[in-house]
């Protein structure tokens, strides 16, 4: 069965582009067939980080969203990634109204996964609330507690917002707090995590130890990521 999976969070600087470059790396690594589609004109990460694998997607335009769709019907068992923007769930919840995406979906048995990174404010339990209450049971959900961009969750496990999330039978990931010097570095060589690691260009872009955090950063969340159901 084919998925499509947003990954979203409405407002900006949560670590959206981030994670969905750790989905793009899962994909990759576990040799998951997949194409992302980068949402985010403003920043482009995804596109200029795993080009070879991206192409950009205009959700204002229903001729280039409907690419969304296109894509995972067109080949079974495939992964749709689409890097949202910030206050990007307008824009994808017109298109997905006027085409009737969520019934389609149902018909043609694509699976449909809202990723929803936050930080630990209110404004992020505001825009998780938001989702939850659009889409309510036509999707998964998966919510990402991003430590990198927020160190107290308690507003959010304690809310009626994550008490719905788990009525609708949410899953719910911490994503680790990567070392600010190395991820920042990792964002000025648009680097992919891979690269981090491994250095194939030779030299020292990243020393040993960088590239070790790098590796235990992403095995613990690729940890996390595997036990979840979305894989097929």
């Not at 949560?14 to 992302?36: C, E, H, N």
């Not at 680790?176 to 964002?187: A, N």
């Not at 060589?189 to 955090?213: H, K, V």
Request: hydrophobic content about 45%; proline content about 4%; overall charge negative.
């Amino acid at each position: 069965m084919s998925m499509i999976h947003f990954v979203g969070g409405e407002k900006g600087g949560v670590g959206k582009s981030v994670f969905a470059r750790l989905l793009a790396q899962y994909f990759i690594d576990k040799q998951l067939p997949f194409t992302a589609l980068d949402a985010d004109v403003s920043n482009a990460s995804l596109l200029r980080v795993y080009a070879d694998y991206c192409r950009p997607v205009d959700l204002a335009h229903f001729d280039s969203a409907d690419d969304i769709f296109t894509l995972a019907t067109e080949t079974p068992d495939r992964h749709v990634l689409v890097d949202l923007p910030a206050q990007g769930e307008r824009p994808l919840a017109t298109w997905m109204d006027n085409g009737g995406i969520a019934e389609l979906v149902a018909e043609t048995q694509i699976g449909l996964v809202f990723w929803h990174v936050m930080d630990d404010s209110k404004d992020a339990l505001v825009a998780l609330s938001r989702l939850l209450s659009r889409q309510r049971n036509s999707a998964r959900y998966c919510v990402v507690k991003n430590a990198g961009r927020g160190k107290d969750f308690s507003l959010f496990d304690h809310s009626s917002v994550r008490a719905e999330a788990e009525r609708l039978r949410s899953h719910f990931l911490d994503l680790p707090e990567l070392h600010g010097p190395v991820m920042r570095k990792i964002d000025r060589l648009d680097a992919s995590y891979w690269a981090a690691i491994n250095n194939p260009n030779g030299g020292e872009a990243f020393t040993r130890l960088e590239r070790q955090r790098v590796k235990v950063w992403q095995w613990r969340m690729f940890e996390q990521l595997s036990s979840l159901p979305f894989w097929g």
